[in-house]
Structures are given as structure tokens and as C-alpha cells.
């Protein structure tokens, strides 16, 4: 059971460069959020989905584009890479929406992306 | 707006002891609060969950608990280990249009020396 896999694990881009982060999980879950985690800042939510074929702005979504074609894949774009995009990311899933029941957030092992 | 404040930053205990973690938010109308724990260079693992019609819960030697009126939720270890030793946070998961996000705090890096 692999649970959520992050594609890849490390990345350097150079500014202006676009790449794409692929999130996997095998858990049938329906939900599926990207984060970025930025040293002071916390964990800060980019985009979530909420089934296949939606996809919502979480609170940082500038910059960033976001795909969920298969309820196992969740897509996290950059067009136009930007230092300030430099992080590490982080994609989890759920079940039912975060918190609701017994159901908690799966994470996966995250990726870093610096851009220079 | 949400905020989640730990306290506090970092945490250094002597293997053994009982230890308190602190979590607040400012915004009481929270649907669930959740503790999670992230190994260096790791996802986060999520360690307990409590709903807001609950006081705590508790796993194994963790004890989690939330007060939602005075928005403040502790996380107990009891007997530390130095395989505690990781970075706790709190996430705090709204109501109405914030419920599909998680509200983090910076965390609380611990250190549990043998």
C-alpha cells in the first residue's frame, strides 16, 4: 500500500522554466489538496480538489495551475517558474473533507523544488 | 482570518519527562483540530484528531485536548522518548467556506535527549 507519492522528489529550475509535480495515491480517496511549507510560514494550502475533474484555490494559488483528470492523480503546474516559488510541497488526501469523522489527512513525503 | 500560533518554537526535555505542547487560534469557530508530527525531510504525520464536540483524545502515551472558547488545544506526551523527537503542529480545519483548509501553526520542534 503506497498510500500518497510525490513526483519528484527534488527539482531545480531556473527562473522562468515550467514543470509539473505529479501527486498519486492509491486509497480510492476523492479529496486531494496541494500545500507548500516555507520555513516561518507553516503549511500553506495552493489548490484542492474535491472529486475528479474539480479543482478549487486554496490560499495561495497565484503562479500555480492545477489538474485532477483521474481520481488518483493530482497535477500541481508551474508556468513560469519564480523564486519565490522555492519550497518544499506537499500533496495529501482524504477520504471526506479534512477532519470529518474519524477520516484524517494522508500526506505524502513531499518535494523540493528550488528555483534559481 | 484563522491564525494557529504554537508555543513554544522548540522544546528540549531530558528523556523521561512529561511534556505540554501549546496550540491557539484566534478564530473559535473551528470544525476539528488535528495534530500532526513531521520527521525531518518527511510528510506529516497526522497523530490525533479532535472533533469540536469533543474534549480530547488520547493514543498511546499522546494526550490531545481542545478548549474551542478559549481557543486553545495542548498536546501531552507522556514519558518522552527520543524517538519523539520531531516537529508537532496543529492545524485547525474550518467551518462553512474554510472547511477544506487546514489552518497550520509553525510548529513546535522537540527534542528529546537520551
Known amino acids: 500500500n503506497a498510500g500518497v507519492t510525490q513526483t519528484p522528489k527534488f527539482r531545480v529550475l531556473k527562473t522562468g522554466q515550467s514543470m509539473t509535480l505529479l501527486c498519486a495515491q492509491d486509497?480510492?480517496?476523492?479529496?486531494m489538496y496541494w500545500y507548500r511549507q516555507d520555513p516561518g510560514m507553516g503549511l500553506r494550502l495552493i489548490h484542492y480538489?474535491?472529486?475528479?475533474?474539480?479543482?478549487a484555490k486554496g490560499e495561495v494559488p497565484d503562479g500555480y495551475n492545477v489538474s485532477r483528470l483521474k481520481k488518483q492523480n493530482f497535477l500541481l503546474g508551474l508556468e513560469s517558474a519564480a523564486p519565490s516559488q522555492t519550497s518544499v510541497y506537499f500533496c495529501?488526501?482524504?477520504?471526506?473533507?479534512?477532519?470529518?469523522?474519524?477520516?484524517?489527512?494522508?500526506f505524502g513525503a513531499g518535494s523540493r523544488l528550488t528555483v534559481l | 482570518k484563522q491564525e494557529v500560533t504554537q508555543i513554544p518554537a522548540a522544546l528540549s526535555v531530558p528523556e523521561g519527562e512529561n511534556l505540554v505542547l501549546n496550540c491557539s487560534f484566534t478564530?473559535?469557530?473551528?470544525?476539528?483540530l488535528q495534530w500532526f508530527r513531521q520527521d525531518p525531510g518527511k510528510g506529516l504525520t497526522s497523530l490525533l484528531l479532535i472533533q469540536s464536540s469533543q474534549r480530547e483524545q488520547t493514543s498511546g502515551r499522546l494526550n490531545a485536548s481542545l478548549d474551542k472558547s478559549s481557543g486553545r488545544s495542548t498536546l501531552y506526551i507522556a514519558a518522552s522518548q527520543p524517538g519523539d523527537s520531531a516537529t508537532y503542529l496543529c492545524?485547525?480545519?474550518?467551518?462553512?467556506?474554510?472547511?477544506?483548509?487546514?489552518?497550520f501553526g509553525k510548529g513546535t520542534k522537540l527534542s528529546v535527549i537520551p
Open positions: 492545524a485547525a480545519i474550518g467551518t462553512g467556506a474554510g472547511s477544506y483548509q487546514l489552518t
Open positions: 495529501a488526501s482524504s477520504y471526506t473533507p479534512p477532519g470529518y469523522g474519524a477520516n484524517v489527512l494522508t
Open positions: 480538489s474535491v472529486g475528479e475533474g474539480t479543482t
Open positions: 478564530d473559535s469557530a473551528i470544525y476539528n
Open positions: 486509497m480510492n480517496h476523492e479529496y
